[in-house]
T-cell receptor, first 114, second 116 residues
Framework: GESVGLHLPTLSVQEGDNSIINCAYSNSASDYFIWYKQESGKGPQFIIDIRSNMDKRQGQRVTVLLNKTVKHLSLQIAATQPGDSAVYFCAENGEYSSASKIIFGSGTRLSIRP | GAVVSQHPSRVICKSGTSVKIECRSLDFQATTMFWYRQFPKQSLMLMATSNEGSKATYEQGVEKDKFLINHASLTLSTLTVTSAHPEDSSFYIC????????????FGDGTRLSIL
């Protein structure tokens, strides 16, 4: 069946350094991918998304890269700050429509060293 | 920006009790809402898709008679955990997406359910 997984369950980064969180997906038909940030006791917060017809998309301090050949997705956070500490999930949406469901990966916990 | 509100944020009750959780889209209309369950240190698992004016679509392994979903309006979906037991204790999260293409899915802040 469909699955979205992550390479690393935890990531520790020095404050100010860049963070890279990786994700692998198995459904080659996936059309739309999203990165979410979840802080303790809260729901997921949308960070950035990318459609399958793109390789890269940039936001404020974040960049998502999509490699469809190897079915790999990454989230890059520039100049990591203490407020970036959270669990990050990649998610896959089979169809780019309002009714289609989102499948979450297992998550990576990002911790920031002072 | 778009906001999804869940109520209550936390509930503690005795085994056998039925618990209702509300999910509201505050500034947009949502034809479709989604209900997830998240156990500690795990990912979000989709339970069901809630469709306004029609029956919910449940994921495999989710008991529809146990988890009753009602989506009576474009801004409100409810999840009722019937005859809850300790194994139903979890973090329940809803999400909603506005109608039309290109609308991101917004999540509520979850409901922590603890069954004693």
């Amino acid at each position: 069946g469909e699955s979205v997984g992550l390479h690393l369950p935890t990531l520790s980064v020095q404050e100010g350094d860049n963070s890279i969180i990786n994700c692998a997906y198995s459904n080659s038909a996936s059309d739309y991918f999203i990165w979410y940030k979840q802080e303790s006791g809260k729901g997921p917060q949308f960070i950035i998304d990318i459609r399958s017809n793109m390789d890269k998309r940039q936001g404020q301090r974040v960049t998502v890269l999509l490699n469809k050949t190897v079915k790999h997705l990454s989230l890059q956070i520039a100049a990591t700050q203490p407020g970036d500490s959270a669990v990050y999930f990649c998610a896959e949406n089979g169809e780019y429509s309002s009714a289609s469901k989102i499948i979450f990966g297992s998550g990576t916990r990002l911790s920031i060293r002072p | 920006g778009a906001v999804v509100s869940q109520h209550p944020s936390r509930v503690i009750c005795k085994s056998g009790t039925s618990v209702k959780i509300e999910c509201r889209s505050l500034d947009f209309q949502a034809t479709t809402m989604f209900w997830y369950r998240q156990f500690p240190k795990q990912s979000l698992m989709l339970m069901a898709t809630s469709n306004e004016g029609s029956k919910a679509t449940y994921e495999q392994g989710v008991e529809k008679d146990k988890f009753l979903i009602n989506h009576a309006s474009l801004t409100l979906s409810t999840l009722t955990v019937t005859s809850a037991h300790p194994e139903d204790s979890s973090f329940y999260i809803c999400s909603a997406r506005g109608t039309g293409e290109g609308q991101p899915q917004h999540f509520g802040d979850g409901t922590r359910l603890s069954i004693l």
